[in-house]
């Protein structure tokens, strides 16, 4: 893994992993805002649920893992994935391509916790807390969603991904799960739900993760006013082999890699050899599922040695397809501009 920030635990999986649907959860990038929780113990852990609902309750583990149990396979992608490639460069961590990964996911659903405590027509939007341990003045990372996708039958109070205990890193003992948004939906070490009238007012709903309304250059003044919460996650793909700098023997090369578009589907990935002049459709993975990313491949046959720039654009069912250049933004988040590996073919 290639650590990107020490003091709080950042980890980014080196693009050569995207070679299974199912990421390891060894291989699966970490993002913390802050210190993780240093004490975690199960048999004490509580999960509240209140606000605007009409009975407020408390779980235990042993009460959520009685509750009728959901799978979701989802592409986790942290919003601030691909911002070290933002020109001109922006502050926040520098994440290459690899903050995502993609994990079976499993546990109750929020929308049953939400129930059975009865939202009351009041309820708007749900706020998560989790028990980050916040140094100094720095907010806690609290956020909210709308009560709309709280109640989607996919968003989940996850225990589990890929069939284990969620670990440490990842959230233990029960995270939010929200499918096809972007990773900072999916509160981690979970402690309180609040069902609210309004969204969440905090740092990290804003100024932290919010996107301009209007396309912004670099020095461009942006009021809160005209940005918008980030939620769904872009279409995009990522060549994961051969690797950028490659030198590779002339004959048949197989490019793959992955590619995933949030809450849509990917309907087709193209390869081009030749500088973006033509294009040649990949070969989609068997293996999906609706919040999940497709592995592809393509069969390439360099017609001569030489220097080449190979690219990838996926395409997805709303429509969807990755630009050319990136669409720049003050925090760099969302970048999902065509992929590109520079190989020399001897
Ligand atoms: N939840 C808490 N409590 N604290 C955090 O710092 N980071 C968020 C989200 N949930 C975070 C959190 C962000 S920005 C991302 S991208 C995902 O967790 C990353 O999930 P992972 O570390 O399991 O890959």
Known sequence: MILRSFRFVDLESPVEYFNSW???VPHFFVRNH???PSELDASGWRLSLGGEVEKP???SLAELSKMETHSIVNTLECAGNGRSLQRPQVPGIQWGKGAVGTARFSGPRLRDALRRAGVKPTGKHVMFRGLDEVPGKVPPFIRSIPIEKALDADTLIATHMNGSPLTRHHGFPARALVPGWIGAASCKWLAEIKVLDAEFVG???????????QPVKPGDAVKPEDTHPLTALSVKSVISGPSDDATLKAGKV??????WAGEADIVKVEISADGGATWDIAKLGHDQAHYAWRLWSYDWKPAKAGDYTIQSRATDSQ????PATPVWNPSGYLYNAIDQVNVHVS
Request: hydrophobic residues 35%; without cysteine; positive net charge.
């Open 319 to 322: 429509g969807r397809t990755q």
């Open 254 to 259: 197989v490019v793959h890699g992955a590619a």
């Open 57 to 59: 309750l408390t779980l």
């Open 203 to 213: 740092n990290f709903m804003s100024p932290g993760y919010r996107f301009p309304n």
């Open 34 to 36: 802050m210190h993780e």
């Open 22 to 24: 199912l990421t390891p």
